[in-house]
């Protein structure tokens, strides 16, 4: 028997065999290959997941690939969650996209190092799809209310006043860049009355 918290692999292929039973496009195109080859949708999908763990391990631009799983999915989702008239899946991709963030920065330092590791793609897929999982325990979730929220709560104050004060400068910039705009259109029209007088 499996212990509190684990999945047996009985358990895990119930779960599955769950999921495939939902309505929705993939499960139709499963439908369908499932009725022309009479092989269970389970077993395409496994060998699906078998034939990306193998190409996430030795295949080219497997973080490209990776990337995708990790963004396109959930940017669909996003968008149907915006849509919706529910709350809660608003939040719950919210969740999935400051952790998505989060570790986007956190990546950028270790990419270079870490992607020289055999697994490392076929690790960062699983992790960014445990993220996104439909389950209570998924990866946002935990790492959202574990790390990044109360970091954000501790240091609320001092993250607000550096932000404002970027977004000072920015505007100063902006507010500089346009009288140098507005300068250099004057300067040119000026020019060419002056040439067309001439």
């Given at each position: 028997?499996?212990?509190?918290?684990?999945?047996?692999?009985?358990?895990?292929?119930?779960?599955?065999?769950?999921?495939?039973?939902?309505?929705?496009?993939?499960?139709?195109?499963?439908?369908?290959?499932?009725?022309?080859?009479?092989?269970?949708?389970?077993?395409?999908?496994?060998?699906?997941?078998?034939?990306?763990s193998?190409?996430?391990?030795?295949?080219?631009?497997?973080?490209?690939?990776?990337?995708?799983?990790?963004?396109?999915?959930?940017?669909?989702?996003s968008?149907?969650?915006?849509?919706?008239?529910r709350?809660?899946?608003?939040?719950?991709w919210?969740?999935?996209?400051?952790?998505f963030?989060?570790?986007?920065v956190?990546?950028?330092?270790?990419?270079?190092?870490l992607?020289?590791?055999?697994?490392?793609?076929?690790?960062?897929?699983?992790?960014?799809?445990?993220?996104?999982?439909?389950?209570?325990?998924?990866?946002?979730?935990?790492?959202?209310?574990?790390?990044?929220?109360?970091?954000?709560?501790?240091?609320?104050?001092q993250?607000d006043?550096?932000?404002?004060?970027?977004?000072?400068?920015?505007?100063?910039?902006?507010?500089?860049?346009?009288?140098?705009?507005?300068?250099?259109?004057?300067?040119?029209?000026?020019?060419?009355?002056?040439?067309?007088?001439?």
């Open positions: 028997m499996a212990a509190s918290g684990t999945l047996s692999p009985k358990t895990w292929m119930e779960n599955l065999d769950k999921a495939l039973e939902e309505d929705n496009f993939i499960n139709r195109y499963l439908d369908k290959i499932e009725k022309k080859t009479n092989v269970k949708k389970r077993y395409v999908v496994l060998v699906l997941c078998s034939f990306l193998v190409y996430l391990v030795i295949g080219y631009a497997a973080d490209l690939l990776c990337n995708m799983i990790g963004f396109v999915y959930p940017a669909y989702i968008v149907k969650a915006i849509e919706s008239t709350k809660d899946d608003d939040t719950e919210l969740i999935y996209w400051v952790v963030a989060t570790f986007s956190a990546e950028f330092f270790s990419d270079i190092l992607s020289w590791f055999p697994f490392y793609f076929l690790g960062k897929c699983v992790f960014l799809l445990w993220c996104m999982a439909p389950v209570s325990w998924n990866g946002s979730r935990m790492i959202y209310y574990k790390f990044i929220r109360p970091f954000i709560l501790r240091n609320e104050g993250i006043k550096v932000l404002s004060h970027m977004k000072g400068g920015m505007q100063e910039l902006a507010s500089q860049a346009q009288e140098g705009a507005t300068e250099i259109a004057t300067d040119a029209v000026a020019d060419a009355i002056k040439n067309k007088d001439e």
